[in-house]
């Protein structure tokens, strides 16, 4: 018989579940992707919208001139060639006005968001969201084909698109909470949440492509991507691990039968335990991950009722007493603040420091969210490694503020500095925005406090990101607001933002750092407690061999005697 060849070799290697695993994993990454790609072609667009007519080409502003010689009103101005009504003096904070409708729906849905999602089909209420988010995408770009100068038009489609974008990241996150246990869970999301610099950098590129000869594509397309993805969400995306007959990693009951911490064997007596408790039971085979016993097979626990998981969702007031979930939303408020008001606004800040084009400053825009990607995998990586999610926050932020500095003055010195310093300085911004988003949000979605409800898990996202979303909200409107009084001034405040995301993480950096301390108090304290313990198991050895010694030698004695 002839070996089998290397790939077939490589793919039977893998288990059923571990394939179902990577496909949900490389899907959500794909639909979240999609979401962020149509996120961000408002930030390309802006430098269209409202631009330098004295640097337009040569061609261009002869076409005008003559348009304008010729009576028409509408180029006889400084500002023929912006788009109406962006053509104002204050066309940064009616800018900064499409950013704000946007973020300030997308926060105050996203509240609402996670409580609706929880009690709905995954699969239909993202479907739904990705449809709706595509459409009024694509509408924003239509005002550009129908000749559309009306401010309220573009306010409605950025409110609209902002509140239907709130499906989106419940539903993904619980999808793979669903899906991966705890054990690299800091790891494999600050990967899997590069699809938030992904997605902005192909929005940046398509937006980029078409903004200069016909910015109305630059929505278009995006729209048309999101919503054919939609479809692709609808045809494929699984739920639940259940769905496909999975072992489900978010069950803590489930752990406690695998990993055998309730003193059973695998099969027996776990069988009596169960039945007489009335549980449905079923087989599935072993996985590897986590360290599971092995066995031929693992009865794990059904307790699923009608309402899905035996567990009733959980409330708004009920998620907020987890621990660490007021800390969190309000330390991502802040960080969320400067990585949107970076995606909105770095484009056109580059464009007026290098005297770039739309395009160019877009393309360059690019390199913030390349060391995003960098940042959410460190983030990801090294909390895993410590286990202490606040404390890597916690230093990430506090680097992140002096950069931010030092970029406002080294952008002005050059495209190379410009460059670096643009990838360190997304990397330190959007770490601590990635873990807070995944890692933490997951973890705390399944705090055992919740006892294994894993209903949680949308509604504390859900609460962590509407939290952020504000920040996201109020980040773009400062900087318009803050923007025509001097750059400088956009950059104190973000670096304010940090400090006081920083501030709010205090109490659970420290905590962190104390339990390690008493954990090593309490290995130290068990180390002496066994060396007490055999010590004394040692002397009362040798005092048994004494007695035993002293009873043999009296007994000898007698019998001596008694041969007397």
């Known amino acids: 018989m002839s070996p089998l060849p290397p790939g077939i070799r490589c793919f039977i290697s893998f288990s059923r579940e571990q394939w179902y695993r990577t496909f949900i994993l490389i899907l959500t990454f794909l639909l979240y992707t ?12 802006k430098g269209e919208l409202h631009k330098n007519c004295s640097r337009v080409k040569n061609i261009e502003q002869h076409h005008y001139t003559t348009l304008a010689s010729s009576g028409d009103e509408t180029f006889s101005n400084e500002s023929w060639c912006n788009w109406k009504p962006f053509d104002k003096s204050n066309y940064k904070q009616l800018l900064g006005a499409l950013d704000y409708s946007f973020l300030c729906a997308y926060a105050i849905g996203m509240y609402f968001s996670g409580i609706i999602g929880e009690r709905l089909p995954i699969r239909y209420y993202l479907t739904f969201g990705m449809l709706s988010s595509g459409f009024f995408t694509a509408l924003f770009g239509l005002g550009y084909f129908y000749n559309i100068h009306n401010l309220k038009f573009y306010l409605f489609a950025q409110i609209a698109n902002g509140f239907v974008q709130t499906t989106g990241w419940p539903s993904v996150i619980t999808c793979i909470g669903n899906w991966f246990g705890k054990g690299r869970r ?6 899997w949440n590069s699809h ?12 980029g492509y078409w903004v200069s000869s016909c910015w109305g594509l630059s929505f278009v397309v995006p729209g048309i991507i999101i919503a054919f993805m939609g479809i692709i969400c609808f045809l494929f995306l699984i739920e639940h691990p259940k769905d496909v007959k999975c072992y489900s990693p978010s069950n803590d009951m489930q752990k406690k039968y695998l990993n055998g911490m309730n003193g059973f064997k695998s099969n027996g007596h776990i069988l009596k335990a169960l039945q007489h408790e009335n549980q449905d039971t079923q087989c599935l085979l072993s996985g ?29 007031f009920g998620a907020l007493r987890i621990p660490g979930v007021i ?3 309000l330390c991502l408020l802040f960080a969320k603040l400067v990585s949107y008001t970076f995606l909105f606004w770095l484009p056109l800040y580059i464009k007026n420091v290098e005297h770039l084009d739309a395009k160019g400053a877009g393309d360059l825009s690019t390199l913030f969210d390349v060391g995003g990607i960098f940042g959410g995998i460190l983030a990801g990586l090294i909390s895993d490694k410590l286990r202490k999610r606040a404390l890597t ?3 990430m932020l506090l680097l992140a503020a002096p950069t931010l500095y030092i970029f406002s ?18 990397a330190l911004v959007n770490g ?25 898990l949308s509604t504390v996202t859900a609460i962590i990101d509407g939290t952020g979303s504000v920040g996201a909200a109020l980040g773009p409107l400062l900087a318009g607001l803050l923007a025509p009084s001097g750059w400088n001034n956009v950059f104190y405040m973000l670096m304010t933002a940090d400090a006081c995301a920083l501030l709010l993480l205090i109490r659970l950096i420290l905590k962190e750092l104390h339990f390690n301390c008493v954990k090593q108090e309490d290995s130290a304290q068990k180390t002496r407690r066994w060396k007490v313990v055999c010590i004394c198991l040692l002397v009362s050895f040798s005092v048994n061999i004494r007695k035993a010694g002293r009873s043999k030698i009296v007994k000898a004695l007698q019998n001596r005697t008694k041969e007397h």
């Open 393 to 395: 926050c916690g230093v």
């Open 186 to 191: 800091g790891l494999i999301m600050g990967i």
């Open 432 to 456: 601590p925005y990635a873990l807070i988003t995944t890692a933490v949000s997951a973890d705390l979605g399944t705090h055992k406090s919740l006892k294994g409800n894993a209903k949680a």
């Open 288 to 316: 590897k991950e986590n360290g599971l016993i092995p066995g031929t097979h693992i009865v794990v626990v059904n307790t699923d009722t009608s309402n899905g998981n035996g567990m009733s969702a959980i409330s708004f």
């Open 34 to 45: 999609s979401f962020h790609l149509s996120r961000k072609p408002i930030s390309i667009v």
């Open 409 to 426: 003055a080294v952008s002005q010195m050059g495209l190379g500095p410009t460059i670096a310093m643009l990838i360190i300085c997304g």
């Open 327 to 329: 800390e969190f939303s």
């Open 196 to 207: 938030t610099s992904v997605g902005n950098i192909l929005g940046s590129l398509i937006a």
